[in-house]
Nanobody, 125 residues
Framework: QVQLVESGGGLVQAGESLRLSCAAS????????LAWFRQAPGKEREFVAG????????EYRDTVKGRFTISRDNAKNTVYLQMSSLKPEDTAVYYC??????????????????WGQGTQVTVSS
């Protein structure tokens, strides 16, 4: 089992950057596929980005490609989401999630048994 704690959220203006971090407990961090999801008010939680166990494979939703970068440091038990050129529509609570397998269900919320508590990102226009 793994416990996840996000940090780094905040209020920024459109066009600015922000880096989210997700620190994990446990000694098996490098066995987990990690992902970032987000949920805006009144909307479903949606997949943002995912990264494989050793970071060799990444996947993004189309609307953040070229602006967001997911990375991980297995020595620090931490996964990151670097967000650039932020837009008001990126405003949401951002969640870190973990699962044991990379699969075709990577973008599906129910694939992930482990979740952090979320961190708020607000982008003003």
């Amino acid at each position: 089992q793994v416990q996840l704690v996000e940090s780094g959220g905040g209020l920024v203006q459109a066009g600015e950057s922000l880096r989210l971090s997700c620190a994990a407990s446990g000694r098996t961090f490098n066995t987990y596929v990690l992902a970032w999801f987000r949920q805006a008010p009144g909307k479903e939680r949606e997949f943002v980005a995912g990264i494989s166990q050793i970071g060799s494979i990444t996947e993004y939703r189309d609307t953040v490609k070229g602006r967001f970068t997911i990375s991980r440091d297995n020595a620090k038990n931490t996964v990151y989401l670097q967000m650039s050129s932020l837009k008001p529509e990126d405003t949401a609570v951002y969640y870190c999630a973990a699962t044991n397998y990379w699969s075709a269900r990577l973008r599906i919320r129910d694939t992930y048994p482990y979740w952090g508590q979320g961190t708020q990102v607000t982008v003003s226009s």
